[in-house]
């Protein structure tokens, strides 16, 4: 049993059938990649796992409890946290207070009315997203803008603020799309770490077969909302279907 | 002190400082002088810039804060005096069981109306918050008549039980004794300042709910508003529940509203249903927004702007103008008086208008936006470049 058992999801949008008996088992602690070309429905998947879309049929089982039918926030109590395609990010605050919200978001949880505390003197969770940030490389921006970053730096941003809120599955959706090569490998080294150092478990999509090859343990090819075939990289690499489906399209 | 860091504690003692020192500020003129009529020293003027200040800075808790736009706050104002007035009628004319009535029933009241429109974002919440406000001003008219005495307004009448009013207890508003229109003038030069017990009442009141506004700002809870108004979907997936936070800021505001419109009964000892209509809730959001929403001190500043406007403004009628252009021959100054009357005396509302237009152009983020540009603009003039944001605004723009 993996932390994360996707059955028979089905999902359609008007005629489009998106998601075609998605059966998916992640191993815990793994790195598990889902390649696949454009529009072929992973991040439909993603959404599906978030609680931000309802399957039409299957289920999602998080660590031995159903996610559908939950909202998202509940979703995300339970461990499990995104990174968005296009990055969502509080644009109007700094990058600072972006970090912080989930900071104190884990701590609080839900909801609490804590109007007659100051956010200034929270050392603790201060120090903790100053981490993040240092992890992420972007200490030296604490006091910018989020709206004013980069499509990268943005990118960095949400990633330190999903791993502040240490997730038990962390969910990456094109993490390193529109990043320089040098943050791109960067990127590649912090979550190599970050995986080493905690027990997390990682789904990433991702068109780069760089990063793909450079973290993957497992990777599932999607292509028209099924799954093609799951592998090891090695077999993936070699694998005929593949090429013609995705590697051989793309390159 | 007291829970703030030192910008703060010092932006606090300004605050104070003006707001005690107000009956000064704004009586610059000295008696009989021809600008005499632009002083704004009065206690009722000063009493309901300061009502209107708590007013609008709980306004913006909800508005500035969350980007939920409500249409319908006036109805929490009204609530407030109807809650005021009660107290009169039952107790005696103590102001103090009366405002805590207010704060209580207004907040039950918002938490009512907010749990229903938070359902709704963007248009439709200003639009549900709108509709039961206009519902509970049609209501006031009618069926609630036996509350609120309907068209006649609530009143104090002889016959009322007023159970603990003693033998030699005012008759008008007091606390303990100290009787809200008193006054004591004086005269200083040609100056004559007014310190009315009223205006302190309400400025002490007033400070104190700044105080509390300047916490949430610099709070976590704060801080999640600010997020709502930000990005829902992050907040959403980041295992936040914005819609508790809303409800929370909407019932905070809501009791600002109906302490303001307690207040409003503690000047004057009556209450009618026309402080429920929309125009009042309109009034409440262009103060916001002209002083400049989601900064501390621009909401008071346009609450401000606009009663001095209503009240000062509007005196200026074709009469004082023809006094003032009466060095102009005489076709031409009856042409300068029609055209000037138009902005002035009843047209004071037309100006208002133009300046809240210009402003929304030009300084969205309010009079404070302004404010902080001619400040900035000073100090690039004196040295390089300046960076610092001034206290009064949150680091969001
Ligand atoms: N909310 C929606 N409503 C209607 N159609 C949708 C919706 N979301 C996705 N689709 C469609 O479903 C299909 C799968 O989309 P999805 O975003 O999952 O693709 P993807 O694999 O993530 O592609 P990409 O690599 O471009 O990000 C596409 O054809 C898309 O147009
Ligand atoms: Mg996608």
Known sequence: MGILEVKDVNKHFGGLHALRDV???????SIHAIIGPNGAGKSTLLNVLVGKLVPDTGSVMFDGQ?????????????????VFQTPEIFGDLTVMENVLIPCFARRDGAFRLHAFETVETEAELIEQAERALVDVNMADKRHHHAASLSRGDKRRLEMAMCLVQKPRLLLLDEPTAGMARANTNRTIDLLRDIHARRDITMVIIEHDMHVVFSLAQRITVLAQGTPLVEDTPENIKGHPKVQEAYLGEAH | MLGLNKRDTRFLLIVIALTMLTPFILQPFPEGSALAQFNAGYPDLMQRIAIFGIFAIGFNILFGLTGYLSFGHAAFLGVGSYAVVWMYKLLDYNVLPGLALAIVTSGLFALAIGYLSLRRSGIYFSILTLAFAQMSFNLAYSVLTP?????TGLQVYTSDPQILL????????????LVMSDSYKLNLGGWVFTFNIGYYFTAVIAILVFYLSLRIFRSPFGLMLRAVKSNQTRLNYTGVNPRPYTLAAFVISGMYAGLAGGLLAAMDPLAGAERMQWTESGAVVIMTILGGAGTLMGPVLGAGFIKYLEKIFSKINENVLDGWFSFLPDPLREVVVWIFSRFTGEGWALTLGLMFMLVVIFLPGGLMEGGERIRNLIRRRKNGSGDDASPGRTPAE
């Not at chain 1, 059966?23 to 815990?28: A, G, H, P, T, V």
């Not at chain 2, 003693?166 to 004794?177: A, D, K, S, T, Y």
């Open chain 1, 23 to 29: 059966n998916l088992s992640i191993r815990e602690g």
């Open chain 1, 66 to 82: 159903s996610v559908l039918g939950r909202k998202p926030h509940e979703i995300n109590q339970m461990g499990i946290s995104r």
């Open chain 2, 147 to 151: 509350i609120t005495n309907g068209e």
């Open chain 2, 166 to 177: 003693g033998e030699n207890e005012p008759n008008i508003p007091h606390l303990f004794g």
